[in-house]
């Protein structure tokens, strides 16, 4: 026994003894930071200074409506349903709930870039500049869910609007540096380098294109500036995994050719019109691979029909490898191409079917969603925002496939919508007695059914009606 262990000791010798290692120089020196001297403060002080300056506090506020219905406790009990009736619901009680978060201003005349999550559904917005103690108040002038990103202004004139960096040019390792208002403490600045790009699948927002960074990102820290050493604006931080909710090291940016694109149409147009193909998609597995001559892209899964995709052609089983000049490695790529298009913009796709490459010219569709106008959905209910039921709000709700109607994205306080007993996440899956598939049919719906009429729900998983006049 002994004899065997020596002889497989001797073997493994012999075989890493065949193994060239790359060997590191072991003539090394060390030196410090401070080349220049001893009296000498390595520091970034002056390359951050005119970022922080373009770094604000914002503080939101708004009034919540606590409603209990069922699923509350004893109203639970059958008997509570059938006696008080299927909306029965206690006395409504208001409560005002505020928020900080961070901004950062994009132009001299006050127009500033922070999350969506920060300012959505606030009735006030107070934004307060670094080293000054004068509060402003701020006005929405268009959000975007899908980016988590929104732009407000305040009426102020020779602001110090931050230098924006080309985030295409980012690599990892790259030292950045995290500016925002974290816990409310005040402008605050924390180092640290860019861990990952081009992250997605994260599960935050439906169109995803991350910058990770271990710069200690914390709460209120959202909507602040992730810039590079020379101070210049690389993305837009916007939140962290964690498990109790401070910084473990984790924190992602969205990066700032997104940020400029998303804030150039809010401000221009109030909103975000997305482009839109109609199809299902999914990422090539290893498997699928083999019947295929391309070995990247993004599989066709479904159609849906008279919509951009099934007009030009294409069909399930089809492999998009391109888009204009663009290659799709994967549905990430797919989803943020075309989401940075706008309808009836043209795109020539390249695809595989059949083991043969072809091109085809597609005109993009609009996605689906209502015309929306002073936040409210035109000839409809007053404070009542809806989309169609996409297959990303499926995904990113944990909604069943099966389940169709149209999904509410937004209800205003105190609308006619909040008093009906809307609220945000409800799917409408019919008006009176017509069956609503889409916002075209809602809006129809609504408007043939004058008077009273029942809107049925579904409230995660359990359908009731809600009394419209």
């Not at 059958?78 to 901004?103: C, D, M, V, W």
């Not at 816990?183 to 992250?199: A, E």
């Not at 997104?258 to 221009?268: E, H, I, N, P």
């Not at 008077?451 to 006049?469: S, T």
Request: hydrophobic residues 40%; aromatic residues 6%; contains cysteine.
């Amino acid at each position: 026994m002994k004899k065997l262990c020596i002889s497989v000791l001797a073997s493994s010798l012999l075989i890493a003894a065949n193994i060239n290692y790359e060997e590191a120089t072991s003539n090394i020196k060390r030196v410090s930071p401070n080349q220049s001297g001893e009296d000498v403060v390595l520091s970034y002080h002056d390359s951050i200074a005119n970022a922080k300056k373009s770094v604000v506090n914002i503080s939101t506020s708004k009034t919540n409506k606590n409603v209990r219905r069922y699923g509350d406790e004893i109203f639970n009990d059958p008997f509570f349903r059938e006696f008080f009736g299927f909306n029965f619901a206690i006395p409504q009680e208001r409560q005002k709930s505020t928020s900080l978060g961070s901004g950062v201003i994009i132009s001299k005349d006050g127009y500033i870039i922070t999350n969506n999550h920060v300012v959505e559904d606030s009735d006030v917005i107070t934004v307060v500049l670094a080293n000054s103690s004068k509060e402003y108040k701020a006005k929405i002038i268009g959000l975007d869910s899908k980016t988590d990103l929104a732009v407000i202004k305040i009426e102020a004139n020779n602001l110090t609007p931050i230098k924006i960096a080309d985030s295409s040019k980012l690599l990892e390792g790259d030292v950045v540096f995290a500016i925002g208002n974290p816990f409310g403490v005040g402008s605050s600045t924390t180092r640290g380098i860019i861990s990952g790009l081009n992250k997605n699948n994260i599960g935050l927002n439906q169109y995803e294109n991350f910058i990770q960074t271990d710069a200690s990102i914390n709460p209120g820290n959202s909507g602040g500036a992730l810039v590079d050493s020379r101070g210049a604006l690389i993305g837009i931080n916007t939140a962290i995994l964690s498990r109790g909710g401070d910084s473990s090291g984790i924190g992602f940016a969205i990066p700032s050719n997104m940020v400029k694109d998303v804030a150039k149409k809010l401000v221009s147009d109030g909103k975000i019109e997305r482009g839109y193909l109609g199809v299902m998609i999914a990422n090539i597995t290893e498997e699928q691979k083999e019947l295929y001559q391309n070995q990247e892209g993004v599989l066709i899964s479904s159609v849906e029909k008279d919509l951009a995709a099934d007009k030009a052609g294409l069909k399930r089983g089809d492999l998009i490898i391109k888009i204009n000049d663009n290659k799709v490695k994967d549905a990430s790529d797919l989803k943020n191409l075309i989401g940075s298009l706008s309808p009836n913009d043209e795109v020539m796709i390249t695809y595989e079917r059949d083991s043969k490459i072809h091109n085809v010219k597609v005109k993009l569709s609009a996605m689906g969603g209502a015309k929306v106008a002073n936040g409210k959905l035109e000839n409809s209910i007053d404070g009542l925002s809806v989309v169609n039921l996409s297959d990303d709000i499926k995904i990113k709700y944990k909604i069943p496939r099966q389940v169709s109607g149209v999904w509410v994205s937004e209800v205003k306080v105190d609308s006619k919508a909040y008093e009906y007993g809307f609220e945000r996440g409800d799917i409408i899956v019919q008006v009176a007695d017509q069956i609503i598939n889409d916002v075209n049919g809602f809006v129809k719906a609504i408007n043939a059914n004058k008077g009273k009429k029942l809107v049925w729900v579904n409230r995660r998983g359990i359908v009731q009606g809600l009394v419209v006049k």
